[in-house]
């Protein structure tokens, strides 16, 4: 697994920008740390939020994520359904992005953690003269467990 950013990181990216560490900040970024792996949305993170007893609107959420990916602490995503994702980032700005399959069935989001791009990205090098520094990849299909259900 990659090294992510932590919550100290996010107080001092915070600091550095003059910007206060404040609980909202804290308990959203906290949600990340303890679902590694996943994508959530803004819903997603109210969700959890209100399961955990934390009065936060639903407008702070959305600010308070979107201040969280301008600082690079979270990544933003889109997978095709109309609503953004966020992201844990990892520290290391030389490592490129992990890839997600998305089920097309039931919306899952699931990683890839090997980039295997390094021939393709040699590739465009050579042909093209043009240095890749990360990419998202996405493959859309039908994830195992719906494949077992059956539905296609
Ligand atoms: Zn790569
Ligand atoms: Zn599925
Ligand atoms: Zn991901």
Do not use: W
């Not at 819903?43 to 600082?71: M, N």
């Not at 090997?114 to 990205?121: C, F, R």
């Amino acid at each position: 697994m990659a090294q992510t950013y932590t919550m100290e990181d996010l107080k001092q990216k915070l600091q550095e920008r003059q910007h206060k560490m404040t609980p909202q900040r804290q308990i959203v970024l906290q949600i990340f740390l303890d679902h590694p792996g996943e994508h959530l949305s803004a819903e997603d993170c109210h969700d959890i939020l209100r399961e955990r007893k934390a009065e936060i609107g639903l407008a702070t959420v959305y600010r308070t994520l979107e201040l969280l990916s301008d600082l690079g602490v979270l990544q933003k995503m889109e997978f095709g359904d109309g609503c953004s994702r966020y992201e844990v980032n990892t520290t290391d700005p030389k490592r490129h992005h992990h890839h997600h399959l998305i089920c097309t069935k039931c919306g899952k989001v699931e990683e890839f953690d090997e980039d295997m791009l390094e021939d393709l990205e040699a590739d465009i090098l050579k042909k093209c003269g043009f240095k890749t520094l990360d990419h998202q990849v996405k493959f859309y299909g039908v994830c195992k467990e719906c494949q077992e259900r059956g539905e296609d």
